[in-house]
């Protein structure tokens, strides 16, 4: 008996330490481990960053903020380099899962990032001590002009009978509602019951016109023309339209989201400071172009912004829209773990409508 | 005569049925437009930038490698595990085959869940390592159904014989008792790695950071559009499997490798 | 003789703690998380909330269409299953390479790109319309419908329903027909009351075998219902990848489980020789 039970922890030791040999492989420098939106920076520049400085990215992708926080959270995997909104960074700090920049590390991010993007990071980072603003941009309506004969400025034609089967919405709590939100006049950052019961009436009253609800998708569905209309990020706007010309965005008049993706470190990031150092390289001017030129999401880096040769894109409208001709546009913030809940809860009760 | 036509139509149909999305993907993988929504003329572009994709030979060569020793490993812990059961109590060994076959009657979604319940309990950091031990998991009830028929058409006083005359246990077993069940071992080796390289679900649950089979690459890639690169894979892959596929059935009968 | 029984559990060994460890235990923690609240004290809320309105609807959804897609697929691999096991139609054909071809060669083409692939062919402006439209037909319209998730289940789980039934009917012994046939039974009677009976433990494992992953699927009603349609895999993946709920996505994993332990206690009562059918 003793034997046996010699035998089964043998086999078990053995297990755990086949477990725990994970990716053990990295760059003579060590490696840094990123964890970023989907299609959100130029493969090019990270073979690039490895090349210069003998760091091996381990690199990582989410779909929405929502999908990333558990991951983090359950720690199995000890991410270095994030990059999640606004909102998700003030509920990363409240909760005590980033750690504080050293800047001198980070001479880039402080030459490059223009004034005003440090300024709106104070939302939700009040000194600028955790986050280095990545991209930048709104929330609006993609539509189709060959499909869509009048001008479209409001939320509301989201409700229309007429496109039927054409909308396509974004499928994640906080952009939904927000839209649901928006509509009625409410802020996007309501945590009021009555109002968040309207919005996701709104929003089920809605559920019969949508086509799907869809993250990244959006982009190929509305240059595939299988939709009318779409809610989409400002940054696929340039890429969409250089692939199907009859697209057009446009920022509803009740106002939307404008939203700031920043890289943040964790709070037990093994790697610290390769982690500050691949925070820098993305900052630099030339790489921040290749970003831009790569993902079409506008930049906060203003050194990258002087580097874009197509002066139509340098001071395009969508890129880099002129904030203050826009009525109330918001930023998310972090409600809370009830009002997050409450959301989750509603949101659920729409899809499952 | 009108029995078999209509025999022949009926398998027509459904041959269409199953390969209508595969022939799409083929296509799909000739198609010079980025987006799958758009047809822009013939190119064979994304095979050569196939090469030239990190990621995706990585996800492959991690596909190929956790299927490899997944089921191999599978297929030695069954093996045995097949012959000690065997050996066992009417009682316990009802015992034994009930909880073997959970992982195969049980759905994928919940040993996924399970599975990373307990590797995070345990500290264990997720990547190839966790991926690996799912799949073994999953893998040894095929091999043991594979096995255990096998197993139980042996005459065991063939391995006594053997004894008798001399031979050490472990050389009984691998000269009288292996070769008796390598057809059974073989299938289920097959089978294990099938079902290793197809699975995605309880690989999403037990996957860590850049470490992507095909499955999982393919999903993250799904949302925010397929690379046209991964279209050139699979068609090599089913071209590469389909020429495997004939070159086996070309050898005698006998010799193939039977499928249980 | 003692040396043969010590080596013989000795070969238990790594058996036992491989199924302990791997088996057993998170299935433990399952069962631990889905019976325990937050701060740890036991609690049936958990399990209890699969009556709430929300989870409610997609288990009933989940039950619906896997329900439609099993008996879709039992209806189509019957007789494809009887045109795969006759003997004399398919002497020319070697029929051990037909099967493989048709059904193992698929599954080397990754399952997610083959489910895409039936969204590149039902899109508004898909293959399929394209055709329709080009002959002047009605367009079809189903894509992000509960109709392509049924679709996508029989498409996907289909191969395990024709393999046990094919299985099973090789098993029979020919003479057993030929007997029938000459106490003057004509092929109906004979399919009723030989064939199909003799057959049933392969239709009761191929009902299994689609049923249990069509009722828990999440990435087909995610890849062809455009979202629009949560079923019960859907909720219990997202407690666990979205709201981070484990105990709430553990506890929804229990009341799957009792459906999946109902399924093989019904099996089990119909198909009393109990094994060498699944595969």
Known sequence: MKKWFAMAGLCMASVLALGGCGNSASGKNGQVIVYNWGEYLDPETITMFEEETGIRVVYDEFETNEIMYPKVEAGATSYDVICPSDYMIQKMIANDMLAELNFDHLPHAKANIGQQYWEQSREFDPENKYSVPYCWGTVGILYNKTMVEEPIDSWSVLWDEAYKDNILMQDSVRDAFMVGLKLNGYSMNSTDAAQLEIAKNALIQQKPLVQAYVIDQVRDKMIGNEAAIGVIYSGEAIYTQRENPDLEYVIPKEGTNVWIDSWVITKDAPNKENAEAFINFMCRPDIALMNFEYITYSTPNDAARELIEDEDIRYSEIAFPDLKQYANLETFQYLGPEADEMYNELWKEVKSE | ?260 | MKNHKLSRQMMAAPYTAWIILFIVVPLGMVFYYGLTDKTGAFTLENVLDIMSAEHAKALWYALGLSLISTLICFLLAYPLAMILADREGNAKLNRHSLILLIFILPMWMNFLLRTLAWQTLLEKTGVINRILEFFHLPSLQIINTPYAIILGMVYNFLPFMVLPIYNALVKIDPNVISAAQDLGANRLQTFLRITFPLSLGGVISGITMVFIPALTTFVISKLLGGSKILLIGNVIEEEFTLASNWHLGSGLSIVLMLFIILNMVVSAIFDKEGEGNML
């Not at chain 2, 004894?163 to 008796?180: E, K, M, S």
């Open chain 2, 1 to 260: 005569m009108i029995r078999t036509t209509v025999k022949k139509i009926y398998m027509a149909l459904i041959f269409i049925f199953l390969y209508a999305p595969i022939g799409t993907l083929i296509v799909l993988s000739f198609n010079a437009s980025r987006t799958r929504a758009k047809w822009g003329g013939f190119t064979l572009k994304w095979y050569t930038a196939l090469l030239e994709n990190r990621e995706i030979m990585q996800a492959l060569w991690n596909t190929l490698l956790i299927a490899l020793l997944s089921s191999l490993t599978a297929v030695v812990i069954g093996t045995v595990a097949c012959i000690a059961i065997q050996g066992m109590s009417r009682q316990k060994r009802a015992i034994f085959m009930g909880i073997t076959n959970i992982p195969m009657l049980n759905a994928d979604i919940v040993t996924g869940i399970s599975l990373m319940l307990l590797f995070i309990s345990l500290g264990l950091k997720f990547g190839l390592g966790t991926i690996l031990l799912a799949h073994i998991t999953f893998n040894i009830p095929y091999v043991i159904l594979s096995v255990m028929p096998r197993i139980k058409q042996l005459n065991p006083s063939i391995y006594e014989a053997a004894l008798d005359l001399g031979a050490t246990p472990l050389r009984a077993f691998f000269q009288v008792v292996l070769p008796d069940l390598l057809p059974g071992i073989l299938s289920g080796f097959l089978m294990a790695f099938t079902m290793s390289l197809d699975d995605f679900i309880i690989t999403h649950f037990t996957k860590g950071a850049g470490v992507d089979t095909l499955s999982t690459k393919i999903y993250t890639e799904v949302k925010k559009g397929i690379k046209p690169e991964m279209y050139a894979l699979s068609t090599l892959i089913f071209v590469t499997v389909l020429i495997l596929l004939m070159l086996v059935n070309r050898t005698p009968e006998e010799k193939r490798i039977p499928d249980k």
